[in-house]
Structures are given as C-alpha cells and as structure tokens.
C-alpha cells in the first residue's frame, strides 16, 4: 500500500542545481520522518539527508552539509531535496526513504548525473 515515487534527476553541470521530488501515498503522511538516500555503482546505498514529520528539523551527511536541503508539504504528501553547487560525486540514483511498522520502503529511484 505504501508508495513512493521520486522525480526530477537528470543531467547537471558541476556547480549546477537540481529538484528532486518524491511523492507519497498509503500512510498518513504527517506521521512520519522521510529520508533521501542515494545509490552510485558500485557503491553502498548511503544517507543523504533526514526531515521529521513536521519538518522542523533536518540532517544530512557530512558530504552534502550547506549544499542539499531536504523539505517537505505535507499538504500534498511530497518531500524534496534541493541540490546546489553539484559535484561529479553527488552522481547516484537518488531514492525516497519512509520506515513504517519496522520496514523499509522505497520509490524506484531517480537518477542524477553531474557532468560537464
């Protein structure tokens, strides 16, 4: 029943930006802290940024502090994640993150490359 669903990755240049969106469906929304993680080849899925239910605090990992801002409108059940000055190493399929009743669901992912 739960469901997320990311969008807006694409191609950027370094030092670019990009929206991602992620919406969600299936649970009360407001309830619940969201998270961004991505994912490059190769590599372990790793925490990018955290948002709690009402959105009045965030986290992010060490590598993308001052740079991405995680959000979200609980009104139209959607979380972002704003990415400025973009590093070839941000590149990774980026996925929305929600843990309801000790599970872990995920959207399909969008990807994100950062190249010149």
């Known amino acids: 029943q739960v469901q997320l669903e990311e969008s807006g990755g694409g191609l950027v240049q370094p030092g670019g930006s990009l929206r991602l969106s992620c919406a969600a469906s299936?649970?009360?929304?407001?309830?619940?802290?969201m998270k961004w993680y991505r994912q490059a080849p190769g590599k372990e899925r790793e925490l990018v940024a955290d948002i709690i239910s009402n959105g009045g605090s965030t986290s992010y990992a060490d590598s993308v502090k001052g740079r991405f801002t995680i959000s979200r409108d609980n009104g139209k059940n959607t979380v972002y994640l704003q990415m400025n000055s973009l590093k070839p190493e941000d590149t990774a399929v980026y996925y929305c993150n929600v843990k309801k009743n000790y599970i872990y669901y995920w959207g399909q992912g969008t990807q994100v490359t950062v190249s010149s």
């Open positions: 299936g649970f009360t929304f407001s309830n619940y802290a």
